[in-house]
Structures are given as structure tokens and as C-alpha cells.
């Protein structure tokens, strides 16, 4: 947990409410499963998880640890040097395709955009210049044109 506290989000805020109000007897069991949309024996659960850590138990276990499908960061930092240094001049999806074919290196194109895209890699579209427009007035009478 950060050593400043402990950041929740609002619904977060909103059950750690209501499981307070279940525990000292304000609301029942069966109130506090109707408020939070769960099943009772699902607050018995969340009161026990929070009276053994205390408020932090209202948060997710799996919160501030790293996803367990994350890519690793040398094949990153792989990949990125090798569009930097051999395939500087391919657009990104040619970049990944030659990495899958010549080094055996493959991630999904959104993952790989986003990496180009946070190391200043890849080529960047240049708009067309948009063409003046004239206008011409309305005729007074409906249908009529020029």
C-alpha cells in the first residue's frame, strides 16, 4: 500500500460504508447484499476479510501487483532496438512483421504500436491541407440554383 494512505475508488468508498453500517448493527445481512448487489454469504466474507486487514481488505488482492500477463521487458526493449536500428524506415506493421519472421520476436500489433508510439518510433500520417471553400448565397426561392 502507498505509505501516504490508502487510495480508494468512490464505490469502494460506498462498500466500505456499508459493511461499517452491517457490522455495528445498522443494516442486516440481507440490506447490505441488496446495496452492494452480491449475495450474503458474499458480505460475510468481505466483513471477515476486513476485520483481518483492515480497511486495505476492501481493496482487490491483486491491486498495485504487476499483471500476470505482462510482457517481458527485454523483449521489449529488444524489439524497440531493433526498429531503431535495422527497420528505422518500415512503417510498424512491416517493423513486425520482419521482427516475427527474422527474429522469431512476436507481440500483437496494438501492443507493438504502443511501444513505437511511447519510444517516438514509427511514421506519422501526414494530413492533407484542407481546399478553400467558397459559399454561395442562398436563392430566394426555394429549389432554384445558380
Not at 505509505?3 to 468512490?10: A, E, L, P, T
Not at 448493527?25 to 458474499?42: D, M, P, T
Request: glycine content about 8%; some cysteine.
Amino acid at each position: 500500500m502507498p505509505k501516504g494512505g490508502i487510495y480508494m475508488s468512490k464505490n469502494e468508498a460506498v462498500a466500505l460504508r456499508i459493511l461499517e453500517d452491517f457490522r455495528s448493527g445498522l443494516l442486516s445481512r440481507r440490506q447490505a447484499a441488496e446495496f452492494l448487489g452480491c449475495s450474503e454469504r458474499a458480505i460475510s466474507r468481505r466483513v471477515r476479510k476486513l476485520r483481518q486487514k483492515g480497511i486495505e481488505g476492501i481493496k482487490h488482492g491483486n491491486y498495485q501487483k504487476p499483471a500476470r500477463n505482462r510482457l517481458d521487458q527485454g523483449r521489449r526493449d529488444q524489439m524497440l532496438k531493433l526498429a531503431r536500428e535495422q527497420y528505422y524506415d518500415f512503417n510498424i506493421s512491416h517493423c513486425l512483421e520482419m521482427l516475427a519472421a527474422r527474429h522469431g520476436l512476436s507481440v500483437s500489433y496494438t501492443t507493438f504500436h504502443r511501444w513505437c508510439r511511447e519510444a517516438g518510433l514509427g511514421k506519422h500520417k501526414r494530413r492533407r491541407t484542407s481546399k478553400a471553400r467558397v459559399h454561395r448565397e442562398r436563392m430566394s426561392c426555394e429549389g432554384l440554383l445558380l
